[in-house]
């Protein structure tokens, strides 16, 4: 009893912390220092992933997917950023902090984040395996769809001749169909809702900003 309390209270305590940071940012980048809050986003991506491994590490083979999924982004996102395979022409700015060949360590973490966050809710909306591998990966690439228009924003990454390719997008669910079957073919399952909060912030957080997306200034115009 004494155990599934504590649970409860680190899951709660979790749920509410990036809700925090995430709701700051918003306000923050809308209405208030857009460049202060841009410059945190490598604190509050690294807070998201602190949390998803605090409070999924116990869960049965999470820890082989997490490295799975860090090593294949990784790998896929190098190879892009260095020879135009899989995602297309792109590079990283500086926004997101420190890089190994050209790609920043957070992105690895990122794909770590986002394979838990979309199995997850999958499981949830369909019973069956295939139906749950299939859910994940549109979940993931619909994300990424969010996100590709305020990227150069953000100065997060940008691709050759301002828009992302089809390949992006295809190469997004090519990466993913394999960390999908991994976690439902493995049946990694965290306990509670941490990781549905998490999606659910994310697309929120993109959702606004598009909205807003003619009054957010170019980062490089900003700094």
């Not at 920043?104 to 990122?110: C, Q, S, T, V």
């Not at 619909?142 to 390719?165: K, N, S, T, V």
């Not at 990781?195 to 009054?215: A, E």
Request: proline share 4%; with cysteine.
């Amino acid at each position: 009893m004494q155990e599934t309390l504590k649970k409860i209270r680190r899951e709660e305590l979790s749920i509410a912390l990036i809700w925090l940071f995430h709701v700051s940012g918003i306000i923050g980048i809308v209405y208030g220092d857009a460049l202060w809050f841009i410059q945190a986003t490598p604190i509050n991506l690294s807070l998201s992933f602190a949390l998803a491994i605090y409070n999924g590490w116990s869960s049965k083979h999470f820890v082989k997917l997490g490295i799975l999924a860090f090593s294949a982004g990784m790998i896929a996102e190098i190879l892009g950023v260095n020879f135009g395979w899989i995602f297309g022409d792109y590079a990283y700015g500086e926004m997101l902090g420190w890089k190994f060949l050209g790609v920043p360590w957070l992105i690895g973490a990122n794909w770590v984040i986002l394979v838990v966050c979309t199995g997850q809710i999958a499981r949830d909306l369909v019973s069956s395996k295939i139906g749950q591998i299939l859910v994940g990966v549109g979940l993931m690439v619909l994300l990424d769809l969010l996100i590709e228009p305020m990227a150069p924003r953000l100065d997060f990454w940008e691709f050759e001749g301002g828009q992302a390719p089809i390949q992006n997008y295809i190469g997004w669910a090519l990466v993913a169909l394999p960390l999908q079957i991994f976690m439902h073919g493995y049946n990694v399952r965290p306990k509670g809702y941490f990781f549905h909060h998490l999606y659910l912030l994310q697309i929120l957080f993109f959702t606004v900003l598009l909205i807003k997306l003619n009054s957010i200034t170019p980062f490089a115009a900003m700094s």
